[in-house]
């Protein structure tokens, strides 16, 4: 059989494998590709991240921007989650603003991807965000 045949044959045989009937139970779990990725991605601006924290069940829909974010290149807070959203530059700003919040010495409760920070005081709905974004969870007292 030729490559191309082989390949397309391989392919119809995994669809086929995927077909179920009304008696049986599909697979409703998450896949591989849908998973976060590890590191949290990139997002370029608070509201592609308010979006996705909506889908997780995460309340954001009084989202406002923050004019002149310190140290962030755009960010936005949801008073009714109690939440506040950063998107940076550079990765390594990620960084410089954990290090900033450790300085005030009280304490870091964060959520941070690749150029993103959530800052939220309650571990269980950071962990929900992890949950639908990935990233790192950064915890010091």
């Given amino acids: 059989m030729r490559?191309?045949?082989f390949a397309l044959a391989a392919m119809l045989l995994a669809a086929g494998c995927g077909i179920t009937t009304a008696n049986t139970p599909t697979n409703t779990g998450t896949s591989r590709s849908a998973a976060p990725?590890?590191?949290g991605g990139s997002y370029?601006?608070?509201r592609?991240?308010?979006t996705k924290l909506?889908?997780?069940g995460i309340a954001c829909d009084d989202y406002k921007p923050i004019a002149r974010a310190i140290g962030?290149?755009?960010r936005g807070s949801c008073q009714q989650?109690?939440?506040?959203?950063?998107i940076y530059e550079r990765e390594g700003d990620v960084q410089a603003q954990v290090e900033f919040e450790e300085s005030l010495g009280i304490g870091v409760l964060l959520l941070t991807g690749r150029n993103w920070t959530i800052n939220h005081d309650d571990r269980v709905t950071l962990n929900t965000a992890r949950s639908v974004l990935g990233g790192t969870l950064v915890s010091k007292p």
């Fill in 37 to 39: 990725p590890a590191d």
């Fill in 44 to 46: 370029t601006s608070p």
């Fill in 72 to 74: 962030a290149k755009d």
């Fill in 48 to 50: 592609d991240v308010v």
């Fill in 81 to 86: 989650g109690d939440l506040v959203v950063s």
């Fill in 54 to 56: 909506r889908a997780a």
């Fill in 3 to 5: 490559p191309a045949a």
